[in-house]
C-alpha cells in the first residue's frame, strides 16, 4: 500500500549570526493510512522543525528543502501556495503545543471552528455550526452550543486544547500532526488530551504524527517510532521493535530514563545522559551524538552508517549492537 | 464593562477638575489679574473696580470654585476685546477646528494604516523603506514650515490651491495635509510595529494551518488585534490637533478656535484662554475616555471580562 | 572543566558593549544621525568664530541679499541677509546654539522631573504608583502648545522662560517609559534578590535600577530634545517664545514669511535646518533603540 506521506531527505536551515543553523538534516519519514507515528527526542532537536516543514508553515527565514514530500501521492514541493493552502486543515492539520495562545483572542471560538470548515466546504454557516457543536461535543465539552459564543479567554487550557482538536477535525483530515498538544497543560489534564486523541484517531480512522519527549505516551499510543536527534532520525522502527530492542546508544539512553513497568527493579536508580546536544551552527560531521556517547571511538568522526536491526527496524551508528566497546577516554563520557 | 466604565469615567472627571485649577491659576501667574485685565492704559481707580468686580479680592479657592460652577453651567465670561460672552465665542469657533481636525486624523489613519501594514508584511524592502523614510521625515519636519513650503509650492508658484482664508473645501486642502501629516508617523509606526508583533503570534500560525487564505489571516486575524492600540493613538493624536491647530489655523488664516487661542493669547484676553485650555483639556478628556471604551469594546478580553 | 566551557564562547563574542557599539556603527540611522548632529554641533560652537557677521550686525544698504547659490549672491554672504540685513549665516549658526541649549536645557528639567517620578512610580507601585499615574493623566491633558503660549505671553518671553515652560510641560513621557522600565526590571529575580539579601532602598536603585534603565533613559531623552526644540521653534515663530532680535531658527522663519511671496529662500534655509537637527537627533534615538532593543523599531 502507497503510504499517505512520505518525506525523503528533508533539511531544514535557518540563517543566523555565524551561517546556517542545519535544524533538520536530512530526515527520511513515511506514515500509512490510520497509522500513529510519534516522534521524539529532547527540546531543539528539529521535531517542531519537522512537523511545520509538512505542513508548509516554518517561519520565513527558514529554508526547506527535500528529495520528496508527498501527501497522497501528491509532492507538496511544487504545489502553489495557494493549493497548498486548500489542503490544510482539509486534507492535513495539526495541532499545537500551545493552546493558551493559538487560538485568536478576538473571535469567539464558535467563529474559528466555523472559519475553517467554510474556508474549505461549500456550505451554510447553520450546517458548519452544526458541525461544530458536534465536535465540541465529540471531544467532551458540555453545553457545547452555548460555548461557542465564548472567547479563548473565557476558557482554560485544557478546554482551550480540546477546542483546538476539534478546529483540526472540521473537515476530516486524513493527516493529523499534533506537535506535543500536551507539555502545556496540567498533568492530570495531560493524559486525558492524549488518549482523547488516540480515541478520535481511531473512530476516525486518521493518520497521526504525535510529536513528544514522554516516551510513556508513545508507549501506549504508537504504531511508529522515530528517535531524533539533533536534526536527525537516529532511530525508527515499529514501536514494539523500538522499544523491545533499542538499537542506538541515544534511545538506549533515553529509555533508562523512564522507569518501565516490570522491567524497572523498584528502588533501582534512573539514567541520564550527561552532557549537551552540540551547535547545528555551520558544518556538523559525523555522528552528533558522538560527544555524548558511552561507546564513542575515533570513527564516530565520521558520518554514521544505517544499520538494520530487524525489518523495518534500522539506526545509525559505527557500531552494531554488540560490537559496542565502552570508550576509556574519560572526557568523552561526560564532556565535549 | 459597566464597572470598567464607571471607574474610567470618574477618573476622567478627577483629571478635567485638576486640570481646571490649573487653568484656573494661570490668571494668577501674571503678578496682579487686575492689571494685567486692565490694561496698561487703566487708572489706579479702573484697577480696584475690576478687582472688585472680579472678585480678586476673596480666596482663591472661593473664586476657583464660583469660576467652576459658572463654567459647568456654560457661563465661560465676558471677553472684553471681543465684547461677546466667551461661550458664544468659542461655539462659533469650535465647529471648523473639529471638522479640520476629523479629517485630517481619518485621512492620515487612511494612509498610515495600509502603509504601515504593507511594511510590517515585507520588512526591509523597498515599500518599508519609503514608509520609514516617509514617517522620520514627517516626525522632524516643524509643521509650520511644512505648511509654508505648501503655500510656496501650491498657492504661490503653481497657483492651484488658496493660501488662506475658509470660504470653500479647497482652502481646507493644504491645512489637512499639514495636520494629518503631522498626525501620520506615529500611526504608522505602531500600526508596522504591531503587524511585526501579531503576525509572529501562534493564534497566526494556527489560521494558516486551517488552510485560511492570506488575505484573510491578514484583515482578519492579523490586522483586528494590531489596530486596538492604534484606536487609542489616534484618538490621543485627535487631542494633540486641538493644540496644534493654533499654528496651521493661524498660518492658514482660519477662523476655528486655535486661531482664537492665539488671538487672545495675543489680547490678554485671559478669560477666553482660560475657557479654551479647559475646554481643549476636558475635550481631549473625553475622547480618551471614548477611546478607551472602544478599545475595551474591541477587545473581548476586556469586553467579556 | 566548567570554567573551560563557559570562557570559551566569551572568547569568541565580543563584551556586550561592544558587541553594541560594532552595531550601532553597523547602523545605518545612527551613523547618520550622529554624523550630521556632530556636524552641527561643532558648526554651533566654532562656528561664529569663523564668519565676519555679528548675527545681528545690521547693514540696511545690503538688506535681502540673495544666498550664494542665487543669481546676486556673493560669498560676502553666502547664505545671503534678511530684511534688516543681517548676515544670514551667522544667525543661522547662533540660532543653531538657541536650539541646543532649549534642547539640553529642557530635557535636563523635563528628565529630572519625569525620571524622579516614574522610577518611584515603578519601583513602590501602590499609592505612589496611582498618584504619579493620575499627575501623568493630567499632563496629557493639558493642551501644550496652548498652556505654554499662554504662560510665556503672561510671564514674558525669553530662553530661560521658554527652557522653563518646556521643561516643565515635557515630563511626561520620561515619567512613562521610566515607570514602566523600572516596573519591568523590579520583577527580575536580581533586583528582588538584592533586596532579599537587606540592600537598602537608595542602593537598589542607584545601584540595580538607574544602570539598567539608562538605555531607555537615553532613547527618550534624544526624542524629547528633538521635540523641545520643534515646540520653541512654534512658540517662537507665533511671536510667544524668545524675544527678536535673538537669531531662534522659529523666528526666523517668522520674519521670512513676511517677504514669504518674493524670497521663500528666507524660510527655506532655517525650515531645512530645523529640519536636519530633529531629523538627526531623532535618527540617533530611533537608533540607539533598535541597536539595544532590536526587536521594535
Same mark, same amino acid.
Given at each position: ?27 527520511d519519514l ?5 497509522e500513529t507515528?510519534c516522534?521524539v527526542?529532547?527540546s ?17 527565514k527558514a529554508r526547506?528543502?527535500? @528529495?520528496? %514530500?508527498a501527501?497522497d501521492?501528491? &509532492?507538496? !514541493?511544487?504545489l502553489?501556495?495557494r493549493? *497548498?493552502?486548500?489542503?490544510?486543515? +482539509?486534507?492535513?492539520a495539526?495541532?499545537?503545543?500551545e ?5 485568536n483572542p ?8 466555523i472559519e475553517?470548515?467554510?474556508?474549505h ?15 465540541l461535543e ?12 465564548h ?9 482551550r ?6 478546529m483540526s ?12 498538544p ?8 495531560? @493524559?486525558? %488530551?492524549?488518549?482523547?486523541?488516540? &480515541?478520535? !484517531?481511531?473512530e476516525?480512522?486518521?493518520a *497521526?504524527?504525535?510529536?513528544?519527549? +514522554? ?16 536534526g536527525?532520525i537516529?532511530e525508527?522502527g ?6 523491545a530492542?533499542?538499537?542506538?546508544p ?6 533508562e530514563?523512564?522507569?518501565?513497568p ?7 536508580r534512573l539514567?541520564?545522559?550527561g ?10 560531521a559525523g ?11 575515533p570513527?564516530?568522526?565520521?558520518p554514521?552508517p544505517a ?16 560490537a559496542r566497546?565502552?570508550s ?5 563520557v561526560?564532556g565535549? | ?5 464607571v471607574?474610567r469615567f ?5 483629571v ?7 487653568s ?18 487703566a487708572t489706579?481707580?479702573d ?14 479657592l ?19 476685546y ?8 468659542i ?17 492620515a ?15 526591509n524592502t ?7 523614510v516617509?514617517?522620520?521625515?514627517g516626525?522632524a ?19 492651484w ?8 473645501w ?13 498626525a ?15 503576525l ?6 494556527t ?33 494633540f490637533?486641538?493644540?496644534?491647530s493654533?499654528v ?12 482664537l487661542?492665539w ?34 469594546w ?8 | ?11 569568541a ?20 544621525g ?8 561643532v558648526?554651533?560652537?566654532?562656528g ?7 548675527p545681528?550686525?545690521q547693514?540696511l544698504?545690503?538688506?535681502l541679499?540673495?544666498?550664494i547659490?542665487?543669481e ?5 554672504h ?6 534688516l ?6 544667525r543661522?549658526l547662533?540660532?543653531a ?7 539640553f536645557?529642557?530635557?535636563?528639567i523635563?528628565?529630572t522631573?519625569?525620571?524622579?517620578l ?14 504619579v499615574?493620575f499627575?501623568i493623566?493630567?499632563r ?7 498652556v505654554?503660549?499662554?504662560v ?5 518671553g525669553?530662553?530661560q ?13 520620561f ?5 514602566a ?6 520583577a ?13 532602598t ?5 545601584r540595580?535600577?538607574?544602570p539598567?534603565?539608562m ?10 530634545m528633538?521635540?523641545?526644540i520643534l ?30 511671496l518674493f524670497e521663500p ?14 531629523l538627526s537627533?531623532?535618527?540617533v534615538?530611533?537608533?540607539i ?9
Open positions: 500500500m502507497k503510504p499517505l506521506l512520505e518525506v525523503e531527505d528533508l533539511v531544514v536551515d535557518i540563517p543566523v549570526a555565524g551561517g546556517d543553523l542545519h535544524a533538520v538534516r536530512g530526515i513515511s506514515v500509512e493510512k490510520g507515528l516522534i527526542g529532547e531543539g532537536c528539529g521535531k517542531s522543525l519537522t512537523s511545520l516543514a509538512i505542513m508548509d508553515l516554518l517561519p520565513t526547506r528543502h527535500a @528529495a520528496r %514530500i501527501f501521492g501528491i &509532492e507538496i !514541493q511544487s502553489r501556495p493549493q *497548498m493552502a486548500d489542503m490544510r486543515g +482539509d486534507r492535513m495539526m495541532i499545537f503545543q493552546p493558551m495562545t493559538s487560538l478576538s473571535y469567539t471560538i464558535g467563529n474559528q471552528l475553517t470548515y467554510l474556508a466546504r461549500r456550505t451554510s454557516t447553520k450546517e458548519a455550526r452544526d458541525r461544530a457543536i458536534d465536535l465529540r471531544v467532551g465539552i458540555t453545553a457545547a452550543a452555548s460555548r461557542l459564543a472567547y479563548p479567554h473565557q476558557l482554560s487550557g485544557g478546554l486544547q480540546r477546542v483546538m482538536i476539534a477535525l472540521m473537515c476530516e483530515p486524513e493527516l493529523i500532526i499534533a506537535d506535543e500536551t507539555t502545556a497543560l496540567d498533568v492530570t489534564i495531560q @493524559a486525558q %488530551i492524549l488518549l482523547l486523541l488516540a &480515541e478520535l !484517531q481511531r476516525l480512522g486518521m *497521526m504524527i504525535l510529536i513528544t519527549h +514522554d516516551l510513556g505516551v508513545v508507549a501506549r499510543v504508537a504504531d511508529k517510532v522515530a528517535v531524533m536527534y539533533a536527525e537516529v525508527a515499529r514501536a514494539t521493535d523500538v522499544f530492542s533499542p538499537s542506538h541515544y534511545t538506549t539512553g533515553l529509555l530514563c523512564i522507569p518501565v516490570g522491567k524497572t527493579a523498584p528502588g533501582a539514567g541520564t545522559i552532557g549537551i546536544v552540540p551547535s547545528l551552527v555551520g558544518d556538523v555522528c552528533a551524538f558522538r560527544d555524548r556517547c558511552r561507546f564513542a571511538a570513527t564516530c568522526a565520521e554514521a544499520q538494520t536491526a530487524s525489518v523495518g527496524h534500522s539506526y545509525r551508528c559505527w557500531f552494531p549492537e554488540g566497546m565502552p576509556t577516554v574519560e572526557g568523552l561526560h565535549h | 464593562m459597566l464597572y470598567y466604565s471607574k470618574g477618573l476622567a472627571l478627577l478635567a477638575v485638576v486640570v481646571s485649577f490649573l484656573f491659576q494661570l490668571l494668577f501667574l501674571a503678578s496682579d489679574p487686575a492689571i494685567a485685565l486692565a490694561g496698561e492704559a489706579e481707580e484697577i480696584i473696580a475690576i478687582r472688585e468686580f472680579y472678585g480678586f479680592d476673596r480666596p482663591v472661593v473664586q476657583y470654585i464660583d469660576w467652576l460652577g459658572r463654567f459647568i453651567r456654560g457661563d465661560f465670561g465676558y471677553s472684553y471681543f465684547n461677546l460672552p466667551v461661550s458664544e465665542l461655539l462659533g469657533r469650535l465647529g471648523v477646528t473639529f471638522q479640520l481636525g476629523l479629517v485630517a486624523v481619518l485621512l489613519i487612511v494612509v498610515a494604516v495600509p502603509l504601515g501594514v504593507a511594511a510590517a508584511i515585507r520588512p523597498i515599500i518599508d523603506r519609503t514608509a520609514l516617509i514617517s522620520v521625515l516626525q519636519m516643524p509643521s509650520f514650515w511644512f505648511a509654508l513650503v505648501l503655500i510656496v509650492v501650491f498657492s504661490v508658484n503653481l497657483r490651491l488658496p493660501a488662506s482664508g475658509a470660504d470653500s479647497q482652502h481646507f486642502i493644504l491645512p489637512t495635509i499639514v495636520i494629518a501629516y503631522f501620520m508617523p506615529a500611526i504608522m509606526r505602531l500600526t508596522r510595529g504591531g503587524m511585526i508583533e501579531v509572529s503570534a501562534d493564534y497566526i500560525r489560521a494558516k494551518a486551517k488552510g485560511l487564505r492570506p488575505f484573510k489571516v491578514l484583515f482578519k486575524h492579523a490586522l483586528r488585534n494590531a489596530i486596538i492600540p492604534v484606536v487609542s493613538l489616534a484618538a490621543v493624536q485627535f487631542g490637533m486641538l493644540s496644534g493654533i496651521v489655523e493661524t498660518i492658514f488664516a482660519i477662523d476655528g478656535a486655535g486661531q487661542a488671538e487672545s493669547i495675543n489680547r490678554n484676553d485671559l478669560a477666553t484662554v482660560q475657557a479654551l485650555i479647559l475646554l481643549f483639556a476636558m475635550i481631549y478628556v473625553m475622547i480618551n475616555f471614548l477611546a478607551d471604551l472602544l478599545n475595551a474591541l477587545d473581548p478580553r476586556v469586553r467579556v471580562a | 572543566m566548567a570554567a573551560v566551557d563557559h570562557n570559551a564562547p566569551v572568547e563574542a565580543p563584551s556586550p558593549h561592544r558587541a553594541m557599539l560594532r552595531r550601532a556603527l553597523a547602523h545605518g540611522g545612527v551613523t547618520i550622529a554624523g550630521l548632529l556632530l556636524i552641527i554641533i558648526m554651533a560652537v566654532i561664529p568664530f569663523l564668519i565676519a557677521h555679528g545681528y550686525d547693514d544698504t545690503a538688506r541679499v540673495p544666498p547659490w542665487m546676486g549672491g556673493s560669498w560676502e553666502p547664505f545671503g541677509t534678511d530684511q540685513g543681517r548676515d544670514y549665516l551667522a543661522l547662533y540660532g546654539r538657541i536650539s541646543l541649549m532649549i534642547g536645557g529642557t530635557v535636563f523635563a528628565g522631573i519625569g525620571t524622579v516614574g522610577v518611584a512610580a515603578g519601583y513602590f507601585g501602590g499609592r505612589v504608583d496611582m498618584v499615574t499627575l493623566s493630567v496629557l491633558s493639558t493642551p501644550l502648545v496652548l505654554a503660549l499662554a510665556v505671553s503672561i510671564v514674558g525669553s530662553l522662560v521658554v527652557v522653563l515652560v518646556l521643561g516643565l510641560l515635557l515630563w511626561d513621557r515619567a512613562v517609559v521610566m515607570r522600565s523600572t516596573m519591568q526590571l523590579r527580575i529575580e536580581y533586583v528582588t534578590a538584592a533586596r532579599a539579601i537587606g540592600c537598602s537608595p542602593r537598589i536603585l542607584t540595580e535600577i538607574m539598567n534603565v538605555n531607555n533613559l537615553i532613547v527618550v531623552t534624544t526624542l524629547e528633538a521635540h523641545a515646540l520653541e521653534a512654534v512658540l517662537s515663530f507665533l511671536g510667544l517664545g524668545v524675544k527678536p532680535p535673538t537669531p531662534s531658527w522659529g523666528l526666523m522663519i517668522a520674519e521670512g514669511r513676511e517677504v514669504l529662500w528666507l524660510i527655506t534655509i532655517p525650515g531645512l535646518a530645523l529640519l536636519t537637527l530633529v537627533i531623532n535618527l534615538g530611533d537608533g533603540r533598535d541597536v539595544t532593543s532590536p526587536e521594535d523599531r
